[in-house]
């Protein structure tokens, strides 16, 4: 149970006439409960009409899942980051997060794994030559790239 400033407390037990009498005792300028979402429906309909009779609005709150960790601080960062073209992993080690979070926090669409040996300008010279009528085994020997690599890129 906490109380802030605007006579408002949260609950985390079902309204029974012992609780409610615990908080009037506890809380005189007592204005509003919130309790789980879940247990709101489970409240008897003459405690609600009772407390709303003092005055005390009762109201569900929806509250789920564990609260982020991270802010939008920590994604404008990591985006920033990304865009300038540090790894994930250099970003991890950098602030302090792990790997895991710096790809759910970035917005832009990062593949994991390796980065890829030969560009696609590579990529695009091998297919172009093997259309040329040039063999595999020539355009490796040409760009001095292995034979398995040249199968794997003609492949793509």
């Known amino acids: 149970m906490g109380e802030d400033e605007n ?3 949260y609950v985390k037990r079902a309204l029974s006439s012992q609780v409610i009498m615990e908080l009037l005792d506890r809380y ?6 919130k309790v789980p979402s879940s ?3 489970r409240t008897s309909k003459k405690y609600l009409d009772a407390l709303s009779e003092l005055g005390i609005e009762v ?3 929806i509250k789920r899942g564990r ?3 991270y802010g939008s601080n920590e ?3 990591v985006q920033k980051m990304i865009n300038e073209g540090v790894s994930p992993k250099d970003i991890s080690d950098e602030l302090e997060i792990p790997l895991k979070t710096v790809y759910y926090l970035k ?6 794994g ?4 030969y560009s696609k300008e590579t990529e695009g010279e091998i297919k172009r030559l093997r259309d040329e009528g040039f063999s595999a085994k020539d355009i490796s020997e040409k760009l001095s790239i292995p034979l398995r690599t040249v199968y794997c890129l003609i492949k793509r």
């Open 67 to 69: 609260p982020k960790k």
């Open 39 to 41: 247990l709101y429906p």
């Open 75 to 77: 994604a404008e960062i």
């Open 28 to 33: 005189p300028n007592l204005k509003k409960i």
């Open 7 to 9: 006579n408002e407390i």
């Open 114 to 117: 390796r980065k890829p040996k």
């Open 59 to 61: 109201e569900p709150v």
């Open 107 to 112: 917005d832009t669409k990062l593949k994991r």
